[in-house]
């Protein structure tokens, strides 16, 4: 609904503050002499770079994020709360309020393309819907090969659309076409249960479920969780869809974007799905589910897994199963509430072993760095990439609450917020070397003065210039518009400044009315 839209967007907002999470930006370091002239050409030349480097072929892409084919990982990031000018509207009559769009930042040898992003909306060529009041469009993202081409694409859910009728918040799922200048064009995926009245794409992660090599995707609303199989045709049309039984009762709806995972648990050759219930309050929990992939589709597993909102799959002991790491933000912690903490279950080949013990991590745990306060929000998101290069993937846990001031509103904003490191090791996820990295950690770019900042609420782990070290992509909030930082490591695992490390400015078009900044939401694979 329209109105309803409107206050959950603000409530948002609100909460955003509330959880640290300051809706602006802060602007970029200044730089210096021979350092901003050696930028801005390597800036130009990764520009010229993106949309005319051609794929060999329609071979299969390497990654489910190139977008453009150059064998580069990408970052393809939302903005659905942006405000857009609507042709043929009146500015004030507000028409594009909240209209949202998509950008991509593409990788290339220099890493992250820092500057002339442009933005992707329901009004840009060969894109269907149009533009429009409250649609949300990028409220969330999921990345693959959809079609088959060889090219990564991008599915775009705008949950909030209206569509057959006045505030029916019916919402829609887009498919943008990767290719040789990226993401172009693009169809809708239908609704295959339109009597469910609301919030169609209110949950995505694409995978494949069924061990067929082929992408499909995961589409939750309402009351409902489908399986979408791939591949798509031309016009969005999927293989097949199937009703997908999470052991749950389903229900999900604003905010529950972070609610599902992909990853291979067991050993065969699909890949499996984490899912946690909805809740419509991004800082709610709740428990979740396995779901074991196979040629039959996803078959939910018995055990529950304790209450949390952003789990991630990865094999942090390398013994062949893949783990389940669960960010529950809104934990307590004795009397401090929404401390947060993160619980991992061991994978096997039935699921979660139940034979092996939770492992949980909060900032009390002996060896992690900090103390649990009120609202510092330790798991909001996760990440994971073998940083340190020893074989066993780490894990990196998002904090914006971190610094929060502990004062009635009114009181003066600080930069916080900030990302722990947590390494794995041959007996999974382990405390010991715990690191933390706030907001004017050495290494970090530089913060400008009076700025107020605030980070670790989105995340990325990738490899975005392809040496096989990683980066730590970070949405970062403050007062102006918001960045992204694309942060370096180092062989030894530590978050460093690097050659790698670079700070990407937010688009600038014209038909942005006002926004936010153009980072909500960030691709979770």
């Keep these: 609904m329209h109105r309803h839209i409107r206050h959950a967007v603000v409530v948002a907002a609100a909460a955003g503050m509330l959880g640290g999470g300051l809706l602006a930006s802060s602007a970029t370091a200044a730089e210096s002499g021979s350092t901003r002239t050696a930028s801005k050409t390597t800036d130009r030349m990764t520009a010229q770079a993106v949309g005319t480097t051609k794929a060999k072929g329609p071979a299969a892409t390497r990654y489910p994020d190139d977008f453009n084919g150059d064998g580069y990982h990408d970052l393809a990031m939302s903005e659905p709360r942006a405000n857009l000018i609507v042709p043929g509207t009146a500015e004030k009559e507000n028409a594009g309020w909240g209209a949202g769009y998509v950008t991509v930042s593409y990788g290339s040898k220099y890493g992250a393309q820092r500057t002339g992003l442009k933005i992707i909306t ?91 090599r082929r992408t499909d995707l995961v589409i939750g609303h309402g009351g409902r969780l489908d399986l979408f199989r791939g591949p798509f045709s031309a016009t969005g049309k999927p293989a097949s869809v199937t009703s997908v039984d999470p052991g749950f009762k389903v229900s999900y709806g604003f905010w529950d974007n972070k609610r599902l995972a992909a990853g291979r648990i067991n050993k065969d050759a699909a890949d499996d799905l984490v899912a946690f219930n909805g809740n419509s309050n991004e800082y709610a929990s709740t428990p979740g589910r396995v779901l074991l992939g196979g040629s039959a589709g996803l078959k939910a597993t018995p055990t529950v897994l304790r209450s949390g909102s952003k789990p991630v799959i990865a094999d942090f002991d390398k013994d062949g199963y893949g783990d389940i790491a669960v960010g529950d933000r809104a934990a307590d912690w004795e009397t401090e509430q929404t401390a947060g903490r993160v619980h991992i279950s061991f994978g096997s080949a039935k699921g979660v072993d139940t034979r092996r013990r939770v492992k949980v991590f909060t900032e009390d745990t002996p060896g992690v760095p900090g103390t649990p306060k009120e609202m510092d929000q330790f798991g909001a998101n996760l990440g994971v990439g073998d940083l340190n290069r020893d074989g066993y993937p780490d894990l990196v846990v998002g904090a914006p609450g971190e610094n929060y001031p502990a004062c009635d509103d009114g009181c003066a904003p600080r930069s916080g917020g900030g990302v722990y490191v947590l390494k794995g090791s041959p007996k999974g996820v382990v405390a010991t070397g715990a690191a933390f990295y706030g907001a004017k950690a050495s290494g970090l770019p530089a913060v400008p003065k009076k700025a107020v900042l605030r980070f670790g609420h989105e995340l990325k782990i990738t490899d975005l210039n392809a040496d096989r070290q990683p980066e730590i992509a970070l949405l970062v909030y403050g007062i102006g518009r918001s960045n992204l930082w694309s942060v370096g490591t180092k062989k030894d695992g530590t978050v460093a400044g690097t050659a790698t490390t670079r700070e990407v400015t937010a688009p600038t078009d014209p038909k942005i009315q006002y926004d936010y900044g153009y980072g909500f939401t960030l691709l979770a694979r």
């Design 122 to 212: 329901q009004d840009s060529p060969g894109v269907p819907h149009r533009a429009q009041l409250s649609n949300g469009f990028g409220d969330v993202l999921a990345n693959g090969d959809f079609n088959g081409d060889g090219y990564a694409d991008l599915a775009v859910a705008a949950s909030w659309q209206d569509t057959a009728a006045d505030d029916d918040d019916q919402g829609t799922v887009t498919l943008l076409w990767g290719g040789p200048s990226g993401l172009k064009g693009g169809v809708s995926v239908a609704d295959n249960a339109p009597q469910q009245r609301g919030n169609f794409g209110s949950v995505l992660v694409a995978g494949d479920f069924n061990g067929d």
